[in-house]
């Protein structure tokens, strides 16, 4: 069996310490803070020193006359009150528990078990979950199993595989790992404000963005911010969708999807793509004039997925004249894999001159637009969670994604020395 690569367990600090922080960033005294979460007033004072620490910026200000939030403290509030907020939300989700339940989950559950139960989701078990972040299995067991006892349910079932996280649990994983990254959020902001300028971004791409748009706009957002680590995160759109919604991401690049507001996600328009007939250079169609989808039904193809947009054009394009798509169809989603089966044969794909813009440039591939017919074209979105509240670093990257974006439809993506790829009608 491979071995999963091993990570540090991510760090969360001790939600008491955080909840703490919120009952004092909202003006309640050190004592009656203290009385609030059950902890004696130097062990909130301890609290708050390690939360310092954690976001390496003082937060507070003590004096004779109350206790005053620093800047970096008036981030964190914002981000706290998101987490709880959050917390709450997943906790209210949870079957069979009434308003008393939920108040007691919410002030008893620990960070420690949180920390397990997304271990687990994450990797599907208790073994591999440990395995992975680095946690013995002996502690992440208890972990589980404590909050199991706390939130009343049963997080974890049996089956043919081993012990396996239930729906409801990966469900409520997911607002939790949710909710902490608000304090990812807040380490970023903080660090911004002390111009240290560490931070991690993490962009969901799907191929025509990780082509080109997004690896051009970190590289412009990375020359003026050298202290933060960007990540692109390719995959299938089901799977970057999941992980935006989690917070594993922290926004998405790709075709326009069916609405998916019912699911807290926002898309954005930020340009349309128009679509173009790929091919060799020496197919026996580069040179003839005034293509039709009948002469191309007669060829083998390179089609994306069935399930998604770029599929729906692919098919429209030949139902639309009344005919079947073919029937000698590669499916590839990776345009490294479909230059090799391009290239070698008389394949063609239906695809953009932007995703294939060095193959274009280079000449490998050439491009081609079918007579008498309107050019397609496909709406390429940001989506976001609509809850999403940036850093100022994440903002900045999304302002260049979309001065790029505007600049897109007019990029030129022929061959050295010019001349149309279309042959001329005699």
Excluded at 4 to 12: F, G, Q
Aim: aromatic share 6%; net charge neutral.
């Amino acid at each position: 069996m491979k071995e999963l690569p091993k990570k540090p367990a991510k760090s969360i600090p001790n939600l008491r310490h955080i909840r703490a922080f919120g009952f004092l960033a909202e003006g309640k005294t050190l004592t009656a803070t203290a009385d609030e979460i059950g902890l004696s007033q130097p062990a909130v004072t301890q609290g708050l020193s390690n939360l310092e620490k954690y976001f390496d910026a003082d937060l507070c200000l003590r004096q004779r006359n109350g206790t005053f939030l620093t800047d970096s403290g008036e981030i964190l509030k914002k981000r706290v009150r998101r987490v709880f907020e959050l917390l709450s939300e997943a906790i209210s989700e949870l079957p069979g528990l009434d308003r008393k339940e939920r108040v007691r989950v919410e002030r008893t559950i620990t960070s420690s078990q949180l920390q397990a139960l997304i271990a687990i989701t994450e990797y599907s078990s208790f073994s591999a979950g440990a395995r992975a972040t680095g946690i013995a299995v002996p502690t992440i067991h208890r972990a589980a199993r404590d909050l199991e006892r706390v939130v009343g349910q049963t997080f974890f079932e049996q089956t043919s595989f081993g012990v396996r996280p239930t729906k409801i649990a990966a469900r409520f994983a997911g607002k939790v790992q949710l909710a902490f990254s608000e304090l990812d959020q807040a380490r970023s902001e903080i660090a911004t404000l002390q111009g240290t300028g560490t931070g991690n971004i993490t962009v969901g791409a799907m191929p025509l963005a990780r082509s080109h748009l997004a690896p051009q706009a970190i590289s412009l957002f990375c020359r003026e911010n050298r202290g933060y680590r960007v990540s692109i995160v390719e995959g299938p759109f089901e799977t970057l969708l999941h992980d935006l919604k989690r917070g594993a991401i922290d926004f998405l690049i790709g075709a326009a999807r069916r609405d998916l507001t019912a699911q807290g996600v926002v898309q954005t328009h930020l340009f349309d793509d128009p679509l173009s007939l790929l091919m060799r250079p020496e197919h026996p169609l580069a040179q003839v004039p005034d293509l039709t989808v009948d002469q191309l039904r007669k060829y083998p193809w390179v089609a994306p997925r069935i399930d998604s947009p770029l599929r729906q054009h692919f098919d429209a394009m030949f139902e639309e004249e009344g005919l079947n798509p073919p029937d000698d169809i590669v499916e590839c989603n990776s345009l490294s894999a479909s230059r090799v089966m391009l290239m070698d044969d008389d394949r063609l794909m239906l695809l953009s001159d932007a995703q294939a813009r060095y193959e274009l440039q280079t000449g490998l591939l050439l491009s081609r637009h079918l007579a008498n017919r309107e050019e397609t074209e496909r709406p390429i979105m940001l989506f976001t969670r609509e809850d999403w509240h940036p850093t100022f670093a994440q903002q900045k990257l999304v302002d260049i994604i979309r001065r790029l974006a505007l600049e897109e439809p007019q990029k030129e993506t022929r061959p050295p020395g010019g001349g149309s790829r279309e042959p001329q009608s005699t």
